[in-house]
């Protein structure tokens, strides 16, 4: 049973450029959540797609879009990135957003943004 | 505006002692909580939840805790082994399901 893929492991980019991150969910969960986690603190919500609409969305903005493609993947795209933009990007997968299901969480992309 | 705060950045305990890890929220409208363990470059992995409706909930060697008049939490780790040495996260959500996680609390379990 496959667990939360993310790609790539890690990336580096420059200020104005614009990056896309993926994440395959875990099999049979049908929900995605972002996250962003900066050094030193806690993961903190970007925003979760669920039947490839954004259902909810975190204080971040607008340069980080989303989306989720029929088969329950996912991609995060952030715009003009930003030196504060480097950090660890999580993907996380459940099952159904309006019920109290796990969130089970990929390894992460690194990003470095110079 | 921290709603879920993990007031201490570190613990060390000797292996085979309890481990005993604390959370404290604001938002009276979280009702499921859960607690992670994140090894470095790792993505954070789930140990145990608890919902609002109950006030423990055990799983093995760890033992989740909720206090909702105090709006605290807690994690028991008993015994303490050297491999849970790791950063443990606690996070909260409320009805839309998004987590609001704490900042996190490194704990070095010592042979």
């Known amino acids: 049973d496959a667990g939360v893929t993310q790609s790539p492991t890690h990336l580096i980019k420059t200020r104005g450029q614009q990056v896309t991150l993926r994440c395959s969910p875990k099999?049979?969960?049908?929900?995605v959540s972002w996250y962003q986690q900066a050094l030193g603190q806690g993961p903190q919500f970007i925003f979760q797609?669920?039947?490839?609409?954004?259902?909810q969305r975190g204080n971040f903005p607008d340069r980080f879009s989303g989306h989720q493609f029929p088969n329950y993947s996912s991609e995060l795209n952030v715009n003009a990135l930003l030196l504060g933009d480097s950090a660890l990007y999580l993907c996380?997968?459940?099952?159904?957003?309006?019920?109290?299901?796990?969130?089970?969480f990929g390894p992460g992309t690194r990003l470095l943004v110079l | 505006d921290q709603q879920v705060k993990q007031n201490s950045p570190s613990l060390s305990v000797q292996e085979g002692r309890i481990s005993i890890l604390n959370c404290d929220y604001t938002?009276?409208?979280?009702?499921?909580f859960l607690w992670y363990k994140k090894y470095p470059a790792e993505g954070p992995t789930f140990l145990i939840s608890?919902?609002?409706?109950?006030d423990k909930n055990e799983d093995g060697r760890f033992t989740v805790f909720l206090n909702k008049s105090a709006k605290h939490l807690s994690l028991h780790i008993v015994p303490s082994q050297p491999g849970d040495s790791a950063v443990y996260f606690c996070?909260?959500?409320?009805?839309?399901?998004?987590?609001?996680f704490g900042q996190g609390t490194t704990l070095q379990v010592k042979p």
């Open positions: 996380a997968s459940s099952l159904a957003v309006d019920r109290k299901e796990t969130q089970y």
């Open positions: 099999s049979g969960h049908d929900t």
């Open positions: 797609y669920y039947e490839e609409e954004e259902r």
């Open positions: 938002n009276s409208m979280f009702d499921y």
């Open positions: 608890i919902s609002s409706i109950k």
């Open positions: 996070a909260a959500s409320d009805v839309t399901g998004k987590l609001i």
